[in-house]
């Protein structure tokens, strides 16, 4: 099956600070999201980006289909940034159901 | 405020304890799913229900049993669990299944105690 790797897998900022997260994953998709779960657990889906570029407020993401990464850009980063970043992949079967990635916990200090 | 809603947000049960989840959406979606997710793991898919009939169970055992009474409501029936079930039980929607644009909407989950 398709697998997805994001890296870093943890990841500490002060705050205001920049970063970039990556998700590889194996094989063609036509489906990719990039969720925040935040510490009491809920998830939140930020992008919907199969290919291209998406931007909301601070965070962007761009996905290079053809090359199997995407990445999730987050600016001027903030105390409630902090949690679990995931994304996750449509598996390209007959379902194409969304498959996670390992996840980047991110903490952002005051 | 999130449009999935999960009922209990918290239950601990025993091992001998019949209980239920609950999820509840009004978005008009059509597909539903059960995810599972253990500590510092990503969620895990158990269970999805298009158009109120069951589509995926991912060999998950019967102590487990979904339902799907209608196209908003959607129930996990849990009976003689395990310590090991201890989880975060995540529902989600979409408006559909199988399709590459299916965007899943969570709710904020019920977490799952054993004794």
């Known amino acids: 099956g398709i697998q997805v790797e994001q890296s870093p897998p943890d990841l500490i900022l002060q705050e205001g600070a920049n970063s970039t997260l990556r998700c590889n994953f194996s094989d063609s998709v036509n489906n990719l999201q990039w969720f925040h779960q935040n510490p009491w657990g809920q998830l939140i889906n930020l992008f919907y980006?199969?290919?291209g570029t998406k931007q909301n407020g601070r965070l962007s993401a761009t996905t290079v289909a053809t090359e199997r990464y995407s990445l999730l850009y987050i600016s001027s980063s903030q105390t409630t940034d902090s949690g679990v970043y995931f994304c996750?992949?449509?598996?390209?079967?007959?379902?194409?159901?969304?498959?996670f990635g390992t996840g980047t916990l991110l903490a952002v200090q005051p | 405020d999130t449009e999935v809603t999960q009922t209990p947000k918290h239950l601990v049960m025993g091992m001998t304890n019949k209980k239920s989840l609950k999820c509840e959406q009004h978005m008009g979606h059509r597909a539903m799913y059960w995810y599972k997710q253990k500590a510092k793991k990503p969620p895990e898919l158990m269970f999805v229900y298009s158009y109120e009939k069951l589509s995926i169970n991912e060999s998950v055992p019967s102590r487990f049993s979904p339902e799907c009474p209608n196209s908003s409501l959607l129930n996990l029936h849990l009976h003689a669990l395990q310590p090991e079930d201890s989880a975060l039980y995540l529902c989600a929607s979409s408006h559909i299944f199988g399709s590459g644009a299916n965007v899943l909407t969570f709710g904020a989950g019920s977490r799952l105690t054993v004794l």
């Open positions: 996750a992949v449509g598996d390209g079967g007959a379902t194409n159901k969304l498959i």
């Open positions: 980006i199969p290919s």
